[in-house]
């Protein structure tokens, strides 16, 4: 496979402008969404079912939605598959992508480029791609993380890389293990500060996020997904009200 990001393809990328977005807040719990009706489950699909993908395909299981997990290898998968209960099931990655209504991205970042080659199309036609992946220097290499950098963080890329997707980021910033035992805490819910563009696709990512338990917390267009990745202020567990406080300060 073609090196991330070559140099023909950097200077491609730099020709893009890159801007900053006003903080917006979404949080309250709604009806539903221009593609479903409130309580309606949707077939979700995981491209990547490692830690992170697979806490949060198992939580999307238990709250009644079909889930397709999917790897290279999905006879690998049975273990999760079996804990994650009888909605979920494996499959290849092109079986994932052709099940799923919303797609969650769960990869090293490296990945994301042959994605966008192999399935951009498919994925532009679903209603909402989560990306959940994070440029990390000791996987993807130092190079890939400054490019991402220099072209205003991963919320813009991947846009880039996945064109025409409604895309929202989320779900970076927060380690895996406190995923299952943080949804659906009593009291104040723990936050999930997301990152779009697309307005469908920031409520449907909404009402989805609430349905396993957290609040969704709108801190602005993908150009804020830059802070949406561990070791920002974001990074870590926040209550609703947090992740405003922090998220206005942020430029």
């Known amino acids: 496979m073609a090196g991330l990001f ?20 979404f949080s309250a719990p709604f009806a539903g969404s221009a593609q479903t009706m409130a309580g309606e489950k949707m077939k979700i699909a995981t491209i990547g079912a490692g830690r992170e993908g697979g806490a949060l395909g198992t939580l999307f299981a238990k709250a009644g939605h079909p889930v397709m997990f999917s790897s290279r290898k999905p006879d690998e998968l049975k273990d999760l598959v079996a804990s994650a209960g009888p909605s979920a099931r494996a499959g290849t990655v092109a079986e994932a992508v052709e099940f799923g209504e919303v797609v ?5 970042y490296g990945a994301i480029e042959q994605i966008g080659k192999d399935y951009g199309k498919s994925l532009a036609a679903k209603p909402l791609v989560i990306d959940v992946s994070n440029p990390i220097a000791r996987r993807d290499g130092d190079d890939l993380v400054k490019s991402v950098e220099q072209q205003g963080g991963p919320g813009l890329v991947t846009a880039k890389l996945v064109p025409g997707v409604h895309l929202v980021r989320g779900f970076n910033a ?4 406190a995923l ?29 996020i609430k349905g396993i338990g957290f609040e969704a917390v709108l801190v602005g267009g993908l150009a804020k997904g830059k802070y949406l990745v561990p070791g920002t202020p974001l990074g870590g567990e926040h209550s609703p009200a947090e992740i405003r406080e ?5 430029s």
């Open 174 to 177: 927060i380690n895996f293990a």
């Open 180 to 208: 299952a035992k943080d949804a659906n805490r009593s009291g104040d819910p723990l936050g999930i500060p997301i990152a779009g563009d697309d307005q469908n696709a920031i409520e449907l990512a909404s009402r989805l």
């Open 104 to 108: 969650l991205l769960v990869v090293p």
């Open 6 to 25: 070559s140099l023909a393809r950097r200077r491609e990328f730099l020709k893009f402008a890159l801007g900053g977005t006003t903080f917006v807040t």
């Open 246 to 250: 922090i998220a206005a300060k942020l």
